[in-house]
């Protein structure tokens, strides 16, 4: 499975921004899709996850009300609405892939299920 992202660039602070991702090679119904971002020295972080019918998702706390991940009717593409940005919203923003299992469900914030990870596509919220 290969991940392509798209859709980042500068944004100011409590504007909106949309990420895309479309996913290609073996695809299945059976794998989730979601973000993690990263700034340089830090971890990667766990921003949103979910099923491929939608009706599963997860949110880090810090995203919750403003970040809404979504699929297309294919399933193939991710996206993740961004409202309300943040300065510390900045960071390169990452798509990934899984398969969806029980383990998933219970560590979806690690990175763990995530098999398969885009390039990164880098977001920046000016202040």
């Known amino acids: 499975v290969q991940l392509q992202a798209s859709g980042g660039g500068l944004v100011q602070a409590g504007g909106s921004l949309r990420l895309s991702c479309v996913a290609s090679?073996?695809?299945?119904?059976?794998?989730?899709m979601g973000w993690f971002r990263q700034t340089p020295g830090k971890e990667r972080e766990f921003v949103a996850a979910?099923?491929?019918?939608?009706?599963?998702?997860y949110y880090a706390g810090s995203v919750k009300g403003r970040f809404t991940i979504s699929r297309d009717n294919a399933g193939n593409t991710v996206y993740l609405q961004m409202s309300s940005l943040k300065p510390e919203d900045t960071a390169v923003y990452f798509c990934?892939?899984?398969?969806?299992?029980?383990?998933?469900?219970?560590?979806?914030?690690?990175?763990?299920?995530?098999?398969?990870w885009g390039q990164g596509t880098l977001v920046t919220v000016s202040s």
């Open positions: 090679g073996r695809t299945s119904s059976r794998y989730v």
């Open positions: 990934v892939s899984g398969l969806h299992t029980s383990d998933w469900q219970s560590y979806y914030s690690s990175i763990a299920p995530y098999d398969y």
């Open positions: 979910g099923s491929r019918s939608g009706r599963i998702t």
